[in-house]
C-alpha cells in the first residue's frame, strides 16, 4: 500500500512540485476555492426556501436553468457533450418538469435519510425519463445543502483505485454504491 501512495504523491507533485498537503495554497487556489464559492452559489440559489418558492410559482424552467448553472460551475460533471453528459436529464425530450423539479426538491431537502431520498429520486425518473447515472444527483446534494454523506463522484476515485485496489465503478445507480 506504501507503494501506492507513493505514486499518489509523485502524480500529485507533477501538477505542484512543492506540494506538502491539502493546504497547500496554489492547489486550495486551482481545486478548492471555486468549488466552495459555487457550492455557496448552489445553496444560495437551490436551498430549501429558494426551491419551494420556486416550486410555488411553478417556475420549473428557472428551477432547470439553475440546475444548469450550477452544474457547470465546476468540474466535477461531464458537460462537454450535453445529450450524453452528466446533465442529460435536463435535455430529455420527455422531461416532465413539473414531476422533475418535484422529485429534485424531494432528493436535495426531504428530511428523510440520503440512502431513501436517492431511491425514491431513481425509482421515480428512471424509467420516464432516461437512464440515471448518480453522480449528478449526488452532486447537487453536496453542493446544495450542508449535508455531504456520500461521495460526489465516482469518475475521479477509478484512477485512484488504479493505484490502490482492484476496484471498478459502474453507471448502475444504487444509492447504496454512494454511501460513505
Known amino acids: 500500500m ?19 498537503s491539502f493546504t497547500h495554497a496554489p492547489f486550495v487556489a486551482d481545486e478548492i476555492t471555486y ?12 436551498g430549501r426556501g429558494p426551491l419551494q418558492q420556486l416550486l410555488d410559482e411553478q417556475a420549473y424552467d428557472e428551477i432547470i436553468g439553475r440546475i ?8 466535477l460533471l461531464y458537460n462537454a457533450q450535453p445529450s450524453s453528459g452528466d446533465l442529460r436529464i435536463l435535455y430529455a ?6 414531476t422533475f423539479c418535484t422529485h429534485f426538491n424531494d432528493l436535495l431537502h426531504s ?18 425519463i432516461c437512464p440515471i ?17 456520500f461521495s460526489s463522484s465516482r469518475q475521479p ?14 453507471n448502475q445507480c444504487r444509492p447504496d454504491r454512494y454511501m460513505a
Open 133 to 149: 447515472r448518480g453522480r449528478f444527483q449526488l452532486f447537487s446534494c453536496f453542493y446544495c445543502t450542508r449535508r455531504p454523506s
Open 93 to 98: 425530450d420527455n422531461l416532465d418538469k413539473a
Open 68 to 75: 444548469e448553472r450550477i452544474g457547470r460551475m465546476t468540474n
Open 2 to 20: 506504501e507503494q501506492y501512495a507513493t505514486e499518489l504523491v509523485e502524480l500529485i507533485h507533477e501538477r505542484y512540485p512543492d506540494w506538502d
Open 111 to 128: 428530511r428523510d435519510p440520503i440512502e431513501a431520498r436517492f431511491d425514491r429520486y431513481v425509482k421515480a425518473l428512471f424509467r420516464s
Open 157 to 170: 476515485l477509478n484512477g485512484f483505485c488504479a493505484l490502490s485496489v482492484p476496484v471498478t465503478f459502474t
Open 35 to 46: 468549488k466552495r464559492k459555487a457550492a455557496k452559489q448552489a445553496r444560495q440559489l437551490l
